[in-house]
């Protein structure tokens, strides 16, 4: 993988860093699993805004991917690496000797031709989804489920991983990107090795024009809001704050405490991310 720096011929070039895509191997991306992807612009089914600086943006179709990896004890031989607009990560096209295709989260190191499975009789090699109570401490993981059988929902990102620390029991501690160590179930899977795209936190946009193309619209500073529009809005001149920074609605940012104190995942958690 590897990032290239644009010649400045024009103003937008000048800083733009941009993916060299070294690992990609095709450009078409297998029709039977993609899937209508609708825009919603941030409305809700009233055409209320709920989610603000969304919208535009280039038309997608959404990419099938199996992140449940529950096709256990078979390999399948990976065919293709593709881009997928819809996530950071690079995205691998497994085959199994049945003739089903699916997409999987491609990790870092995975080539095409390669095989790859899921299960108790997976070996712990790059690829393969084993679940936390087969896997040997200290192994690089990306992929985690949280509940047994429902699906990765953890380190899916570009470059993201976790390690597994220690087993005890029925409960496995695991470190997370954020930094926090928590205790997730032993019978939950994940997949050996890091997130591909290790890269993508190096890529510069260049101008404006390019969020928009990825369909994020413009943010406006609250300091320069009404105080109709936002706790932080209002005053003569340019004010200092006053209060704690926050959110539109209220909630406190830049480090300030927003968790419940009792939510019933606190007891899972080991230790709390550090503050940067």
């Known amino acids: 993988m590897s990032v290239r720096k644009l010649k400045p011929i024009t103003p937008a070039q ?12 095709t450009d078409k991306p297998e029709k039977s699993l993609l899937a209508p992807k609708k825009r919603s612009g941030g409305r809700n089914n009233k055409g209320k805004m709920t989610a603000r600086h969304i919208g535009g943006g280039h038309k997608k179709r959404y990419r099938i991917i199996d992140f449940k990896r529950n096709k256990f004890d078979v390999a399948a031989e990976v065919k293709t690496i593709e881009y997928d607009p819809n996530r950071s990560a690079f995205i691998a096209l497994v085959e199994y000797p049945d003739g089903e295709k699916r997409y999987i989260i491609a990790p870092n190191g995975l080539k095409v031709g390669q095989h790859v499975s899921s299960g108790e009789s997976a070996a712990p090699e790059i690829g393969n989804a084993l679940f936390l109570s087969k896997i040997p401490l200290g192994t690089i993981i990306s992929c985690i489920e949280l509940s047994p059988g429902k699906g990765a929902s953890i380190a899916r990102s570009a470059g993201a991983f976790a390690q597994l620390m220690a087993r005890e029991g029925k409960f496995a501690t695991v470190k997370l990107p954020s930094g926090e160590t928590r205790m997730i179930l032993v019978n939950c899977t994940a997949v050996i090795g890091a ?23 413009p943010r406006t500073r609250p300091v320069a809001m009404n105080p109709v529009d936002h706790p932080m809005g209002g005053g003569e001149g ?38 940067k």
């Open 14 to 25: 000048r800083f733009r860093v941009v993916n060299g895509f070294d690992a990609i191997t």
């Open 195 to 217: 997130v591909s795209n290790s890269d993508h936190q190096l890529l510069v946009s260049g101008k404006a024009g390019r969020s928009r193309w990825l369909g994020r619209r």
């Open 238 to 275: 340019r004010t200092a704050g006053g209060r704690h920074p926050c959110s539109a609605t209220g909630r406190l940012s830049k480090g300030g405490k927003t968790r419940s104190r009792g939510k019933a995942s606190n007891k899972s958690i080991v230790r709390h991310r550090k503050k």
